[in-house]
C-alpha cells in the first residue's frame, strides 16, 4: 500500500464499537434525540371554557389509529421483525393503557397529550425491563407526534443524499419517522444484539454499530462517516471526495487479500473448525465471498416468502428466489472454489412466531397444498445445481422424515429433477435429542437449533432470559448425547443459533465435540478472533467439570471462574474484549443474584430456629 494512504489514514478519526448488523454504508452524519419523535413536555394546560373531553379523547384517538396505520405498514421482511411490529401494535391498543388515558381526560380534565405522558410515566415506574420501556416510551413519542407532527430531526434538501444517523438508543416507533426512508447506516451510543430495534434493522439490511460515542465538535469538523457493520468500525472524513478516495484504496487491498478469506480456523492447539453463513436477506448471500466462511449456513426461507398479512408468495414468485440463490451460488463456484465444496442449503418454511398452532413440520404436513408448492418450487429453481440440502424444521419423530422424503422423490420425478437431494432435520425440541438414533436412520446431516432447543428444555423466553437461564448441566448432558450419536452413525452435525455468538456458550459446544458452526455473518469476524484464543483440550476439560456440577448455580460459579482466570492471560483485540466483558458482566450479576438467594435462604431458616 502507498505512503499516501499510510498518511491520510492517521489523519482519519476512527472508533471501534460493536457490529450488530452487517454491510457497509457511506454518508452524511445526522444526529437524532432519544426519539425521532418529537414527544412534547406534555404539561399542557386546558383552556378554560373550551376544554372539550370528548374533543381531547376524539385528538387522542385519531392519533393512535395513524400510529397503528404506520406501524402496521412496516415493510420489514422478516418474520421475527413482524411480529415484533404486531407486539408493539398490541401495546398501543392495551385496554388499561385506554382506560388510564379515558379517566385523566374526562376526569381530571388533562389534555390528550399530557394525559398520554403522564399514563405512559407511570406505567413506566412500574417496569424494571429497559428495552420494553424504551419501546413504549417510543410508542408515546410516535402518538404524540400524530396530534401535532413535528419532526424533530430535520434533513438536508438534496434530495440525492443519504444519511447515518447518530442517537444514543432507537425504538421500533423511531423507524417509521418519516427522516428514516433516507437512512443508510445507524450508530447508537448502547444497544444488545437480541433487541427489537437489531430484529427489525438486519430484516431491512440496515448496517448498525453500538458502543460508539462521536463528539460533536469533531463531527462538526468531520460530518461525513464510513460505517463498517462486519468490523464495527466508525470512520470520520471532512469531505465527500476524502471518503470515496479512502473507499478505493481499501477496494485494492481488499483485492490482495482475496486467497485468506476462506481458510479453515484453527485453535491455540490447532483443532480445525469449520464455519458457515446464516443468511436472513439476500444481501448478505450475495456478499458471503467477502466473510471467512467455508460455505452457505442455514438459509431460511419464511424471510423471502412470507409476505405482509401473513400469505405466501406464489409457487412462482418463489421459483425466481431460488432461482437467484442457485445462479449466485454457481458464480461462486467458478470464481471461489473452496465455497462450491458445500451445498446450498435451505431449510423449508417454519412457522414461527405464531400466535397459535403447530410450528414447523406439523404445520407443514398439516398444509399439504402449501408444502407441495413449497417443495416444488424449491426444486425447479435450483434444478442447476449438482447438489442440495432441504432441512427440516421442527421433527420430533422419524415418519416425519420419511413423509417429507417420500414427497421430495415423487416432485423430483415429475419434473425430472437430477439434482441430489439431501434431507436432514433440525434438532430443536429435546423429543428429537432423544430419538436421535431414529432420526440416524432417515437423515444425511443434522443442524442444531440450540436456541428452541434451551428454549423447549427448560420452558423458557429465548429472547429475555436465554443467556442465563439455559447455562446449566443439562443442556450440556443433551448437547453431548446428540454430538455422540451423529458421530457413531456417521452423520454430519453442525450447530445454528444464538448460542453460537455467545463467548461462555462457545468453549462448551467445542468441549462436547462440535466443529462446525453456522454464525451469522456480522459476527464471523468476532467468532474467528475469540476462538483462536481457546485450545481444544481447555474445553472439553471444562465440559468434563460442568457435568460434575450440582446445580445450575455452581454451573454459573465453575463458568465465571474459569473464564475470568482465562481473559486474564488472553490478548482479546478490542472489539472482543468489549463483548466478552458485557457478557461475564452478566453472568457475575447471576452468581450474585443466587449467592443473594441463598443467604436470604439462610436468614429465613435462622429466624424459624430462633421461633422454635
Request: net charge neutral; hydrophobic share 40%.
Amino acid at each position: 500500500m502507498s505512503e499516501e494512504h499510510h498518511e491520510r489514514q492517521k489523519m482519519i478519526p476512527v472508533f471501534q464499537g460493536l457490529p450488530l448488523v452487517s454491510g457497509k454504508a457511506h454518508g452524511c452524519i445526522v444526529r437524532g434525540g432519544a426519539h425521532l419523535h418529537e414527544a412534547g413536555e406534555g404539561q399542557e394546560v386546558h383552556h378554560k371554557g373550551s376544554y372539550s373531553p370528548p374533543e381531547e379523547m376524539m385528538r387522542y384517538k385519531k392519533a393512535l389509529t395513524r400510529s397503528c396505520d404506520l406501524l402496521q405498514q412496516e415493510h420489514s421482511r422478516g418474520k421475527d421483525a413482524k411480529q415484533i411490529i404486531l407486539a408493539v401494535v398490541d401495546v398501543l391498543n392495551d385496554p388499561l393503557l385506554k382506560k388510564n388515558i379515558h379517566h385523566r381526560i374526562h376526569e381530571q380534565h388533562y389534555s390528550a397529550r399530557r394525559a398520554l405522558n403522564e399514563a405512559v410515566s407511570l406505567w413506566a415506574d412500574s417496569v424494571d425491563n429497559e428495552e420494553i420501556v424504551r419501546e413504549v416510551k417510543g410508542i408515546a413519542g410516535l402518538v404524540l407526534s400524530q396530534m401535532s407532527p413535528t419532526p424533530s430531526v430535520r434533513m438536508a434538501s438534496r434530495e440525492d443524499d443519504f444519511y447515518i444517523l447518530v442517537v444514543s438508543s432507537l425504538s421500533i416507533a423511531d423507524l417509521v419517522s418519516p427522516m428514516f426512508s433516507k437512512v443508510c447506516g445507524v450508530i447508537s451510543t448502547h444497544d444488545s444484539p437480541y433487541s427489537h430495534v437489531t430484529i427489525v434493522l438486519q430484516s431491512r439490511g440496515i448496517p448498525y454499530v453500538t458502543g460508539v460515542e462521536l463528539p460533536r465538535e469533531l463531527t462538526e469538523t468531520h460530518p461525513f462517516i464510513s460505517l463498517d457493520g462486519d468490523k464495527g468500525e466508525v470512520k470520520l472524513f471532512s469531505s465527500a471526495s476524502e471518503q470515496s478516495g479512502m473507499q478505493g484504496m481499501k477496494r485494492k487491498a481488499r483485492e490482495l487479500r482475496t486467497t485468506y478469506l476462506r481458510r479453515l480456523l484453527k485453535m491455540k492447539d490447532q483443532t480445525r473448525l469449520a464455519l458457515l453463513g446464516s443468511i436472513n436477506i439476500f444481501n448478505e448471500f450475495k456478499n458471503l465471498p467477502q466473510h471467512k466462511v467455508q460455505g452457505v449456513g442455514l438459509v431460511r426461507s419464511e424471510y423471502f416468502i412470507l409476505q405482509e398479512g401473513g400469505g405466501f408468495l406464489s409457487e412462482e414468485g418463489q421459483v425466481l428466489i431460488y432461482e437467484q440463490f442457485a445462479q449466485c451460488f454457481l458464480s461462486w463456484g467458478s470464481k471461489h472454489p473452496s465455497l462450491g465444496k458445500k451445498p446450498l442449503m435451505i431449510r423449508l418454511f417454519d412457522r414461527n412466531f405464531e400466535q397459535h398452532g403447530a410450528r414447523g413440520v406439523q404445520w407443514l404436513l398439516e398444509n399439504q397444498e402449501f408444502l407441495q408448492q413449497h417443495i416444488l418450487a424449491i426444486l425447479k429453481g435450483t434444478v442447476s445445481l449438482k447438489r442440495l440440502r432441504i432441512i427440516v424444521p421442527m421433527v420430533s419423530e422419524a415418519m416425519e422424515l420419511v413423509e417429507i422424503r417420500s414427497l421430495v422423490n415423487r416432485l423430483q420425478r415429475e419434473i425430472s429433477s437430477s439434482t441430489k437431494v439431501e434431507l436432514g432435520c433440525m434438532i430443536e425440541v429435546p423429543a428429537a435429542a432423544l430419538r436421535i438414533h431414529a432420526l440416524a436412520e432417515e437423515a444425511h446431516f443434522f443442524a442444531l437449533g440450540t436456541n428452541d432447543l434451551a428454549q423447549n428444555l427448560f420452558g423458557t423466553d429465548r429472547i429475555n432470559t436465554f443467556f442465563c437461564d439455559s447455562l446449566d448441566a443439562s443442556l450440556i448432558f443433551l448437547l453431548d448425547h446428540v454430538v455422540t450419536a451423529s458421530r457413531n452413525h456417521g452423520v454430519p452435525l453442525f450447530s445454528c443459533g444464538a448460542i453460537n455468538i455467545d463467548p461462555v456458550w462457545i468453549p462448551l459446544l467445542i468441549g462436547v465435540g462440535l466443529r462446525e458452526f453456522s454464525i451469522s455473518l456480522p459476527n464471523v469476524a468476532r467468532f474467528r478472533s475469540y476462538v483462536s484464543q481457546l485450545s481444544g483440550s481447555w474445553c472439553k476439560e471444562l465440559v468434563r467439570r460442568v457435568h460434575s456440577s450440582y446445580s445450575r448455580k455452581e454451573t454459573v460459579r465453575l463458568m465465571y471462574d474459569a473464564l475470568s482466570e482465562w481473559s486474564s492471560s488472553a490478548p482479546l483485540e478490542q472489539d472482543v474484549r468489549y463483548w466478552f466483558d458485557k457478557r461475564l458482566n452478566l453472568l457475575q450479576q447471576k452468581d450474585q443474584f443466587f449467592s443473594s438467594l441463598e443467604t436470604m435462604g439462610q436468614v429465613i431458616q435462622n429466624t424459624n430456629k430462633q421461633k422454635t
